[in-house]
């Protein structure tokens, strides 16, 4: 009988830390630090993604543990409160390429509507053809914004906003992990040019990326995801109707 005495406690004490708020905000953390500590081992290698592994870990916590996602937010909500002032925290770093933002502005903005576009249709048309629902299709043509304005415009088209969240996070670890190899090999060199495109295609999984890489690609990086949610929350609603009409 002695011998399980340590597993009840252990047991006693997980249930009790699991009814406190803070477990989720003390799993995300201890996810992350292992997860940074991974990645700083693989030399920053963009495979070792820490938020692809932080995820993992999560998840795996969870499943283990019977953790429903519900009691896990009460507490990771706290993080979650906290990507408002980040976002806007990232105002400053652009404040300091000010000069590089007036001289390219309408470069950059070509950028976007390009960018945003070629998000949308390439992730429609190719799901049309391989015959989606227009549930699946909605939930797809935000997917290359930032998580809340994604679930939103996809709830305000008829999409389905938690499909969608997996969606963007896919995306955004994705463009994370890629990005370096792919601007290489389109001989894309200036820090500013491709900190924009992975704002644009990967939110922020990408700036967080970017500013890993240097203060001012990070900066243009926080201004293309910026500008890329408000252009795809007022282009969506009205070009994808107009778009799945003509891949009728």
């Not at 953390?29 to 940074?36: D, H, M, S």
């Not at 499943?63 to 409160?81: M, N, S």
């Not at 890489?213 to 107009?242: K, Q, R």
């Amino acid at each position: 009988m002695n011998s399980h005495l340590p597993i009840t406690k252990l047991d006693a004490i997980w249930v009790y830390l699991a009814a406190t708020p803070l477990l989720g905000l003390t799993v995300t953390l201890v996810a992350y630090l292992i997860a940074i500590n991974i990645y700083a081992r693989a030399r920053h290698n963009p495979l070792a993604n820490p938020v692809l592994i932080a995820v993992a870990l999560v998840v795996a916590a969870l499943r283990i543990t019977d953790t429903p996602y519900r009691t896990y937010f009460e507490g990771a909500q706290f993080v979650h409160f906290l990507l408002g002032p980040a976002t806007v925290a990232l105002a400053l770093p652009l404040y300091r390429q000010w000069d590089k933002l007036k001289r390219g502005a309408l470069p950059l903005l070509a950028g976007l509507v390009a960018g945003s576009l070629t998000a949308i249709v390439s992730a429609v048309g190719v799901a049309k053809l391989l015959g989606a629902s227009h549930q699946t299709l909605a939930s797809l043509a935000p997917k290359s914004v930032t998580t809340p304005i994604a679930m939103a415009v996809a709830q305000k088209v008829g999409g389905i906003p938690s499909l969608t969240a997996v969606l963007v996070i896919s995306t955004g670890i994705f463009g994370a992990v890629s990005a370096r190899w792919i601007l290489d090999f389109v001989r894309v060199r200036e820090p500013e040019v491709r900190g924009f495109a992975i704002g644009v295609a990967s939110h922020g999984i990408g700036t967080a990326r970017a500013f890993q890489v240097s203060e001012e690609m990070g900066a243009f990086s926080g201004l293309g995801m910026g500008l890329n949610g408000v252009f795809t929350a007022f282009v969506v609603p009205v070009a994808l109707p107009v778009l799945l009409r003509w891949l009728a």
